[in-house]
T-cell receptor, first 114, second 116 residues
Framework: AQKVTQAQTEISVVEKEDVTLDCVYE???????LFWYKQPPSGELVFLIR??????QNEISGRYSWNFQKSTSSFNFTITASQVVDSAVYFC???????????FGAGTTVTVRA | DADVTQTPRNRITKTGKRIMLECSQT?????MYWYRQDPGLGLRLIYY???????NKGEISDGYSVSRQAQAKFSLSLESAIPNQTALYFC???????????????FGEGSRLTVL
Protein backbone atom coordinates (compact mmCIF):
# COMPACT_ATOMS: atom_id res chain seq x y z
CA ALA A 1 0.00 0.00 0.00
CA GLN A 2 1.12 3.52 -0.73
CA LYS A 3 1.89 5.85 2.12
CA VAL A 4 2.71 9.53 2.16
CA THR A 5 4.00 11.17 5.32
CA GLN A 6 4.09 14.89 5.93
CA ALA A 7 5.55 15.00 9.40
CA GLN A 8 5.24 18.75 9.81
CA THR A 9 1.73 19.60 10.90
CA GLU A 10 2.21 23.37 11.03
CA ILE A 11 4.97 25.77 10.09
CA SER A 12 4.96 29.45 10.92
CA VAL A 13 7.44 31.87 9.37
CA VAL A 14 7.92 35.57 8.96
CA GLU A 15 7.59 37.03 5.51
CA LYS A 16 10.70 36.69 3.34
CA GLU A 17 11.91 33.64 5.19
CA ASP A 18 12.40 30.42 3.26
CA VAL A 19 10.30 27.43 4.25
CA THR A 20 10.76 23.77 3.34
CA LEU A 21 7.94 21.26 3.52
CA ASP A 22 8.93 17.63 3.88
CA CYS A 23 7.24 14.76 2.06
CA VAL A 24 8.35 11.17 2.54
CA TYR A 25 6.66 8.35 0.71
CA GLU A 26 6.55 4.58 0.80
CA UNK A 27 5.84 2.44 -2.24
CA UNK A 28 6.89 -0.87 -3.72
CA UNK A 29 6.27 0.36 -7.22
CA UNK A 30 9.17 1.37 -9.42
CA UNK A 31 6.94 3.63 -11.48
CA UNK A 32 4.86 6.24 -9.72
CA UNK A 33 3.88 9.90 -9.77
CA LEU A 34 4.21 12.43 -6.99
CA PHE A 35 2.13 15.58 -6.65
CA TRP A 36 1.92 18.74 -4.58
CA TYR A 37 -1.34 20.62 -4.08
CA LYS A 38 -1.98 23.93 -2.36
CA GLN A 39 -5.16 24.65 -0.40
CA PRO A 40 -5.46 28.39 0.33
CA PRO A 41 -7.91 29.69 2.94
CA SER A 42 -10.60 29.87 0.26
CA GLY A 43 -10.63 26.06 0.35
CA GLU A 44 -10.12 24.94 -3.23
CA LEU A 45 -7.11 22.72 -3.85
CA VAL A 46 -4.79 23.92 -6.56
CA PHE A 47 -2.36 21.70 -8.46
CA LEU A 48 1.28 22.77 -8.15
CA ILE A 49 3.43 20.03 -9.65
CA ARG A 50 3.61 16.43 -10.84
CA UNK A 51 6.83 14.46 -10.94
CA UNK A 52 7.26 10.94 -12.29
CA UNK A 53 9.61 8.51 -10.65
CA UNK A 54 12.02 8.43 -13.58
CA UNK A 55 12.70 12.13 -13.46
CA UNK A 56 14.84 13.13 -10.52
CA GLN A 57 15.63 16.57 -11.79
CA ASN A 58 14.81 19.27 -9.34
CA GLU A 59 12.31 21.84 -10.52
CA ILE A 60 11.98 25.52 -9.92
CA SER A 61 8.93 27.63 -10.63
CA GLY A 62 9.36 31.18 -9.48
CA ARG A 63 9.74 31.11 -5.71
CA TYR A 64 8.76 27.45 -5.55
CA SER A 65 11.22 24.60 -5.90
CA TRP A 66 11.02 20.87 -5.47
CA ASN A 67 13.73 18.40 -4.50
CA PHE A 68 13.01 14.81 -5.50
CA GLN A 69 15.36 12.19 -4.06
CA LYS A 70 14.54 8.55 -4.72
CA SER A 71 17.36 7.41 -2.45
CA THR A 72 15.54 8.84 0.54
CA SER A 73 12.00 8.52 -0.88
CA SER A 74 11.44 12.21 -0.44
CA PHE A 75 9.85 14.95 -2.52
CA ASN A 76 10.38 18.15 -0.56
CA PHE A 77 8.96 21.54 -1.42
CA THR A 78 10.66 24.86 -0.70
CA ILE A 79 9.13 28.31 -0.81
CA THR A 80 11.81 30.95 -1.12
CA ALA A 81 11.24 34.44 0.26
CA SER A 82 7.79 33.53 1.53
CA GLN A 83 4.87 35.91 1.23
CA VAL A 84 1.59 36.18 3.11
CA VAL A 85 -0.21 34.78 0.06
CA ASP A 86 1.72 31.55 0.53
CA SER A 87 -0.27 30.86 3.69
CA ALA A 88 -2.13 27.64 2.95
CA VAL A 89 -2.30 23.94 3.59
CA TYR A 90 0.02 22.01 1.30
CA PHE A 91 -0.57 18.38 0.40
CA CYS A 92 1.81 15.86 -1.06
CA UNK A 93 0.31 12.87 -2.88
CA UNK A 94 1.37 9.74 -4.74
CA UNK A 95 -0.15 7.35 -7.28
CA UNK A 96 1.27 4.08 -8.53
CA UNK A 97 0.62 2.20 -11.78
CA UNK A 98 -2.03 -0.06 -10.28
CA UNK A 99 -3.71 2.56 -8.13
CA UNK A 100 -7.10 4.03 -8.81
CA UNK A 101 -6.61 6.93 -6.44
CA UNK A 102 -4.08 9.42 -5.18
CA UNK A 103 -2.75 8.71 -1.70
CA PHE A 104 -2.55 12.03 0.10
CA GLY A 105 -0.42 13.03 3.03
CA ALA A 106 -2.05 14.68 6.02
CA GLY A 107 -0.99 18.13 4.87
CA THR A 108 1.21 20.87 6.29
CA THR A 109 -0.29 24.20 7.28
CA VAL A 110 1.99 27.09 6.44
CA THR A 111 1.38 30.47 8.04
CA VAL A 112 3.39 33.41 6.78
CA ARG A 113 3.27 36.43 9.09
CA ALA A 114 3.80 39.93 7.82
CA ASP B 1 -17.61 31.09 -12.56
CA ALA B 2 -15.78 28.08 -11.16
CA ASP B 3 -15.22 25.16 -13.49
CA VAL B 4 -16.20 22.72 -10.73
CA THR B 5 -19.14 23.91 -8.65
CA GLN B 6 -20.37 22.38 -5.45
CA THR B 7 -23.66 23.02 -3.68
CA PRO B 8 -24.30 23.67 -0.91
CA ARG B 9 -21.07 25.24 0.30
CA ASN B 10 -22.10 24.89 3.91
CA ARG B 11 -24.74 22.71 5.50
CA ILE B 12 -25.72 21.89 9.04
CA THR B 13 -27.97 18.91 9.52
CA LYS B 14 -29.10 16.53 12.21
CA THR B 15 -28.28 12.91 12.82
CA GLY B 16 -30.43 10.61 10.73
CA LYS B 17 -31.25 13.12 8.02
CA ARG B 18 -30.63 12.45 4.36
CA ILE B 19 -28.33 14.95 2.73
CA MET B 20 -27.21 15.40 -0.84
CA LEU B 21 -24.15 17.28 -2.03
CA GLU B 22 -24.15 18.23 -5.66
CA CYS B 23 -21.31 18.77 -8.07
CA SER B 24 -21.39 20.11 -11.58
CA GLN B 25 -18.51 20.81 -13.93
CA THR B 26 -18.01 22.72 -17.14
CA UNK B 27 -14.61 21.26 -17.96
CA UNK B 28 -16.01 18.46 -20.11
CA UNK B 29 -14.12 15.83 -18.15
CA UNK B 30 -15.37 12.26 -18.00
CA UNK B 31 -13.74 11.44 -14.67
CA MET B 32 -15.27 12.71 -11.44
CA TYR B 33 -14.45 12.06 -7.81
CA TRP B 34 -15.74 12.73 -4.30
CA TYR B 35 -13.20 13.23 -1.53
CA ARG B 36 -13.52 13.86 2.15
CA GLN B 37 -11.04 16.00 4.10
CA ASP B 38 -10.52 15.62 7.82
CA PRO B 39 -7.87 17.40 9.89
CA GLY B 40 -4.73 15.30 10.17
CA LEU B 41 -5.98 12.74 7.65
CA GLY B 42 -5.57 14.52 4.35
CA LEU B 43 -8.04 13.67 1.60
CA ARG B 44 -9.68 10.30 1.27
CA LEU B 45 -11.57 9.05 -1.75
CA ILE B 46 -15.24 8.18 -1.26
CA TYR B 47 -16.43 7.34 -4.77
CA TYR B 48 -15.27 7.90 -8.31
CA UNK B 49 -16.76 7.66 -11.77
CA UNK B 50 -14.97 7.44 -15.11
CA UNK B 51 -18.07 7.96 -17.21
CA UNK B 52 -21.83 8.19 -16.86
CA UNK B 53 -22.33 4.44 -16.54
CA UNK B 54 -19.35 3.83 -14.31
CA UNK B 55 -19.46 4.11 -10.49
CA ASN B 56 -16.72 2.82 -8.21
CA LYS B 57 -16.24 2.73 -4.47
CA GLY B 58 -13.26 4.48 -3.00
CA GLU B 59 -11.52 3.79 0.26
CA ILE B 60 -14.30 5.09 2.57
CA SER B 61 -17.61 4.50 0.78
CA ASP B 62 -19.61 3.10 3.72
CA GLY B 63 -22.50 5.38 4.61
CA TYR B 64 -22.37 7.17 1.25
CA SER B 65 -23.89 6.71 -2.18
CA VAL B 66 -23.47 8.58 -5.44
CA SER B 67 -25.33 9.28 -8.64
CA ARG B 68 -23.81 10.28 -11.97
CA GLN B 69 -26.74 11.99 -13.63
CA ALA B 70 -24.81 13.24 -16.62
CA GLN B 71 -21.24 13.77 -17.70
CA ALA B 72 -21.26 17.09 -15.91
CA LYS B 73 -23.05 16.09 -12.71
CA PHE B 74 -22.02 13.84 -9.85
CA SER B 75 -23.95 13.86 -6.57
CA LEU B 76 -22.98 12.46 -3.20
CA SER B 77 -25.65 11.34 -0.74
CA LEU B 78 -25.56 10.52 2.92
CA GLU B 79 -28.61 8.35 3.47
CA SER B 80 -28.66 8.76 7.23
CA ALA B 81 -26.10 11.28 8.39
CA ILE B 82 -24.09 10.68 11.54
CA PRO B 83 -21.80 13.08 13.45
CA ASN B 84 -18.56 11.43 12.31
CA GLN B 85 -19.49 12.38 8.76
CA THR B 86 -18.86 15.97 9.73
CA ALA B 87 -16.12 17.00 7.31
CA LEU B 88 -15.17 19.07 4.30
CA TYR B 89 -16.20 17.36 1.08
CA PHE B 90 -14.59 17.96 -2.28
CA CYS B 91 -15.66 17.11 -5.77
CA UNK B 92 -12.91 16.81 -8.35
CA UNK B 93 -12.56 16.06 -12.04
CA UNK B 94 -9.81 14.88 -14.31
CA UNK B 95 -9.52 14.73 -18.04
CA UNK B 96 -7.01 11.94 -18.13
CA UNK B 97 -5.82 9.02 -16.10
CA UNK B 98 -4.02 10.35 -13.04
CA UNK B 99 -1.24 7.86 -13.79
CA UNK B 100 -0.49 9.56 -17.09
CA UNK B 101 2.09 12.25 -17.62
CA UNK B 102 -0.55 14.93 -17.74
CA UNK B 103 -3.21 13.65 -15.38
CA UNK B 104 -4.25 16.00 -12.62
CA UNK B 105 -7.25 16.69 -10.43
CA UNK B 106 -9.32 19.86 -10.61
CA PHE B 107 -11.16 20.53 -7.38
CA GLY B 108 -14.33 22.33 -6.46
CA GLU B 109 -14.38 24.81 -3.60
CA GLY B 110 -15.61 22.29 -1.08
CA SER B 111 -18.81 21.68 0.88
CA ARG B 112 -18.56 21.93 4.64
CA LEU B 113 -21.00 19.54 6.29
CA THR B 114 -21.78 19.52 9.98
CA VAL B 115 -23.89 16.73 11.43
CA LEU B 116 -25.26 17.45 14.89
Amino acid sequence: AQKVTQAQTEISVVEKEDVTLDCVYETRDTTYYLFWYKQPPSGELVFLIRRNSFDEQNEISGRYSWNFQKSTSSFNFTITASQVVDSAVYFCALIGPNDYKLSFGAGTTVTVRA
Amino acid sequence: DADVTQTPRNRITKTGKRIMLECSQTKGHDRMYWYRQDPGLGLRLIYYSFDVKDINKGEISDGYSVSRQAQAKFSLSLESAIPNQTALYFCATSEKDLRSNTGELFFGEGSRLTVL
